[in-house]
């Protein structure tokens, strides 16, 4: 089911005891035709000797875990085919191990709780086992990013058996990563497979609703202005202080052919983050839509000395063209040739301006 790579490793926390098969027969009520090695966990023989217990007393428990431990961390184990009929065939020990595993997670041990979860599904595959086992495996890779792939792997496990809570953890996963719509799509799933909705799962379903609006929004701007629209101007009750929406929304405008709209939206960008850099670009823009080349050069001015894009200086050179100063066009047009000379668009303006040259001569 999962990469056994980082747990295995888990696997040299146990010793292995020889048991002999009557007290075996005896302990599990079952018959076996040879002696079988038992683990159980390192620290727990060390508790035992510094008790002054007899080794030959250990609590059956101990190995009742340590069979759980070893099935969770490799179930391809070479005793893990004898340690499940053991554990099958007594009802006790799953009430045992849950018992163990309640108290590792009240100690904030997730691991080792999810390590006897992955165990205890292994032998009796339950919905409740499988949500609990996902849980701990959350709760511990928020302490552990190295379990990404494990969580990821398990979350793709949940999804083929059409376990809610897999495509829920999904979303939030999603969600961490910034990956809004697609979380929201995850959330939908959640919901389709039966899963149960609480108060925290629909604030949740809020929040995301606002922020996939305000993904699907803002990679619409330039190719569908209108719809990003339609998404982004409600976010404005919710998001009244994103200074970004304020410059999506204004993106979208411009392309619309609304720039006195978006220069408003802009202003009120820069009322609440002056530092936004493309800020000024797009004032820039919408002024030199709107013919007032003079304040668009004063905004693309303070965005060419922070940067010095090739594209802010195109920018330049197409004010100074349209409002008539030629020479000032060729002389930005000499320094965006040594910024980059092989720019295409600054190609095609070099071409313009020669041909301008041309008939004026003519």
């Excluded at 792997?153 to 949940?158: D, F």
């Excluded at 939206?265 to 030199?288: H, K, W």
């Excluded at 200086?313 to 060729?330: P, R, S, V």
């Amino acid at each position: 089911m999962l990469s056994r790579s980082y747990l295995s490793s888990k696997l040299s926390s146990l010793l292995f005891l020889n048991i002999n098969k009557n007290i075996l027969a005896k302990l599990f009520n079952c018959s076996l035709g040879d002696n079988l090695y038992l683990p159980l966990k390192a620290n727990e023989i060390i508790n035992e000797v510094k008790s002054e217990n007899p080794l030959e007393e250990i609590p059956i428990k101990f190995f009742v875990e340590g069979m759980y431990y070893v099935i969770g961390c490799d179930n391809d184990f070479k005793h893990s085919e004898e340690y499940k009929n053991l554990l099958t065939i007594n009802e006790w020990c799953s009430k045992l191990v849950k018992g163990i595993i309640a108290a590792y997670i009240k100690e904030s041990n997730y691991l080792d709780g999810y390590i006897l979860l992955r165990g205890l599904y292994i032998t009796s595959p339950q919905v409740d086992i499988f949500e609990k086992m996902l849980w701990c495996l959350q709760c511990e890779f928020k302490k552990d990013k190295k379990l990404g792939d494990e969580l990821k792997n398990l979350i793709e496990y949940g999804k083929t058996m059409k376990y809610p809570y897999a495509y829920l953890c999904e979303s939030q996963l999603l969600y961490e990563d910034g990956k809004y719509a697609d979380a929201k799509d995850s959330l939908n799933l959640f919901f389709s497979f039966g899963g149960e909705s609480s108060e925290e799962i629909l604030n949740f379903s809020n929040e995301l609703r606002k922020l996939s609006d305000l993904e699907i929004g803002r990679e619409n701007i330039r190719s569908n202005p209108k719809y990003a629209l339609e998404l982004l101007l409600p976010l404005l009750e919710h998001l009244e202080e994103d200074a970004y929406l304020y410059y999506y929304i204004a993106v979208a405008y411009r392309n619309l052919g609304l720039s006195p709209k978006a220069i408003y939206y802009l202003n009120e960008c820069m009322r609440l983050d002056n530092t936004i850099v493309d800020v000024f670009n797009e004032l820039g823009l919408n002024y030199a839509c709107l013919g007032d080349y003079d304040t668009a050069i004063a905004y693309f001015r303070k965005v060419f000395e922070a940067t010095r894009s090739v594209e802010l200086c195109t920018n330049l050179i197409m004010c100074y063209f349209n409002k008539g100063d030629i020479d000032a066009a060729h002389a930005h047009l000499e320094i965006a040739k040594k910024i980059d000379g092989d720019d295409e668009i600054l190609k095609s303006i070099e071409k313009m301006l020669r041909g301008n040259i041309t008939n004026d001569g003519d």
